[in-house]
Every structure is written in C-alpha cells, then in structure tokens.
C-alpha cells in the first residue's frame, strides 16, 4: 500500500466522512489525495490498514474495544467491499456518527437516540445463539464457534426504514446462508426465524411502560430469501466491532427490505416449516407484513414510501430521493417473488 500513517495525523481528527473513498476514483486522484490526507488529516489510517484498503473506517478515537480478544483477530482481516453494486454503491455514506446515534432499538428505548445514550450497561460477552427446529446440527453454540470458519467482508448497502428515512452502511460481517448452511437446515425448513435477547437489566425499553413490543422482537424469512447472497450477518460497522446501539454483537442485514426487517442482536435461530409471526405484523398487520419488500409502489397508511429522507440531514439541509423497488436490489432479489401480487404480500 502506497500510504502510510503520518505520525503528525491524530487520529482523533479522522472522520468517516473524510475516510470514504472510491477505491477507483482513489487510484485516479491520488496526487491530489495524499496532498488533501497530509493536510487536513484525512483517512490515511483507514486505506493503511488492509493491503487493499476497506471502504470506510470508524475514527479511531471512536472505534470499539474488541467485546473479546478473539474478536481482534477476525476484524484484522477484513475482505473490502468491491467498487461495484450490490456489494458497494456509489453513493455517499452516511457518516458513523449518524449511523450510531439515529436507531431503532426499542429495546433501550422509542427514541432515536436512546440506543446510544442508555445501551451501557449492554453486555456482549459471553454470547451464544441456541439453534432450533428443522435442523441437522441444532443446540447452543457459542459466537467464537459460529464466527470461527467465517471470513469477514465489508459490505456497503442502502437500509430504507419504512419511516421514510435511509442510510448508507459500510457493514462488516457475512453471508446468512453461509452461517445457516452449518446448522444443515431439513428439507421442512421453508422458514427460519430470528429472536433478540431480552434482559431487562441492562434494556431500560424492555420494563418501560410504554413499550408497545411483546418481548422478545422477532422477525423471520422465508428459507431462499435467507440463502439469497445479498442477506448479510453483519458484526461489524465502519472497519469495527458492532455498537450496541446497531444490534451488537449480531444482527441482521436484509437490504431489499424495510429495516425492521433486519433484527438486532440475535440469541435464537429457529429453522420452521410454517411462516413465523413476526413483531410488527402482530402489533399492525393492516401496516406492516412479513415480506416488507422495498417498494414506493405499495401505500403505507402514516409514511410515503416512493420518497425517502438520506441521513445525514441538517437544519439546513434535508435530502429527499426517490424510493427504488426492492431498494434499488431488484437484479438480484426480484425473481423470489414472480407470480406474487407485492401489493397482498406487502
Ligand atoms: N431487536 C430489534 N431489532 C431491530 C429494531 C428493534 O427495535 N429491535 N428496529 C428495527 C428497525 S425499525 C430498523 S429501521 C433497524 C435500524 O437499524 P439501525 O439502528 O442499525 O440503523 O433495526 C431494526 N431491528
Ligand atoms: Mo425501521
């Protein structure tokens, strides 16, 4: 790699904005970019780091101590996302801060910045997943056994929350189907379901009085949209280990689909032969169903879904974009569902 770390560069003044870079607009512009890195400090650290440079790289004075020393060693090989779609899009990330301070987590909380403010007290480790239903291999694996033949890749892909709201993510993590394949799903496993932990101890949302939640969340797939290559499991965001806030230590990434979809901090995985219920359809079917596919064509009663609102916005500015079909993943995710009517099975 042709850039070192300066020494005079604090690390403390690298932001993710200034991190992202297009590897092939990098190579183009490179003159201009170590000149622009010496002066102002911007991501050397981040395109250092691997042999060939991950998308996006939290500030280090921002970036998580390792939940534990086995996590250091996976999250020093990171594959980079590539330059091109679905694994990369060309727009513009949505910085780490906003990525890690506007959530949904009810679980701490309705508010967006709950997550990140009462989430302290959130333990990650030990962690283990129990693993049931229409499996070969089920039982109670710890996380390092699950991680443990998995490479790690970064990915970066658009979350549309169907509050109209959408991000740019530079994830770290894996495949779904390459994490489920191990625990030999039966030839009866045409669902799998997702839960997250509950421990009122640590998730002031759990025991407030105004949750609306049934604990635990839940959520679900049907078995060949969870073995699609676009499903993701990420552990990780912008090079580091997953806040608590964005569903530490696991969660799941289903980019296609509106962000409830994609369930936080995952501690059971049920293989099933019939569809699950799942959090939101219990509390709203009439809003809110299984698939939750991306689509502006399907109204939704309280939120326009053709137009979205990219974070970061200011008080000056807020951008508005058009909503794409599937969240702009239809190549790849659009033939699971020919013959159905989207508008029934929203
Ligand atoms: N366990 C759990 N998972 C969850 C939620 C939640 O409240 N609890 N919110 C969902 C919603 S509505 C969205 S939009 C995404 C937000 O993910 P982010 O905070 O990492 O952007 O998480 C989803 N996963
Ligand atoms: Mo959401």
């Not at 440079?53 to 090989?77: D, G, I, V, Y």
């Not at 501690?267 to 799942?278: A, G, H, K, L, S």
């Not at 909503?323 to 929203?346: I, K, P």
Request: glycine share 6%; charged share 25%.
């Amino acid at each position: 790699m042709l850039i070192k770390k300066p020494d005079d560069i604090k690390s403390s003044e690298i932001t993710p904005e200034h991190v992202y870079r297009n590897r092939r607009q990098f190579m183009k512009d490179s003159s201009h970019f170590i000149l622009g890195a010496a002066a102002t400090g911007l991501g050397a650290a981040a395109l250092a780091q691997n042999g060939d440079a991950l998308k996006a790289r939290a500030p280090a004075s921002l970036q998580r101590s390792a939940p534990a020393p086995w996590w250091e060693q996976k999250f020093a090989n990171i594959k980079p996302a590539p330059d091109s779609e679905p694994y990369f899009t060309g727009e513009t990330l949505t910085p780490y801060r906003d990525v890690t301070n506007y959530n949904n987590f009810y679980e701490f909380g309705m508010d967006k910045s709950d997550p990140s403010r009462r989430s302290g007290e959130y333990k990650v480790d030990p962690w283990s997943i129990e693993v049931t239903g229409e499996a070969g291999k089920p039982g109670t694996y710890h996380l390092e056994d699950i991680l443990k033949p998995l490479d790690l890749e970064e990915r970066v892909y658009r979350l549309r929350c169907v509050e109209a709201w959408s991000m740019v993510v530079p994830w770290i993590g894996f495949s779904l189907g390459d994490m489920l394949k191990r625990f030999e799903p039966t030839s009866n496993a045409k669902y799998v379901e997702f839960e997250t932990m509950v421990d009122p101890e640590t998730m002031p949302g759990v025991t407030s009085r105004f949750a609306i939640v049934d604990w635990p969340y839940r959520e679900g797939l049907r078995i060949d949209e969870a073995m699609n290559p676009l499903a993701f499991i990420a552990v990780g965001l912008y090079g580091s280990y997953l806040p608590a806030q964005n569903g530490a230590p696991l969660r799941l990434v289903v980019p296609w689909k509106y962000g409830f979809k994609s369930i936080k901090s995952i501690v059971r995985i049920n293989f099933r032969e019939t569809q699950p219920d799942t959090t939101w359809v219990d509390l709203q079917a009439n809003e809110y169903g299984f698939y939750a596919n991306v689509n502006p064509n399907v109204h939704h009663p309280r939120w326009r879904q053709d137009m979205e609102r990219r974070l970061p916005q200011t008080l000056f500015s807020r951008q508005y974009i058009e909503t794409r079909l599937f969240n702009g993943y239809a190549e790849q995710v659009a033939h699971m569902y020919d013959g159905m009517d989207l508008s029934v099975h929203y």
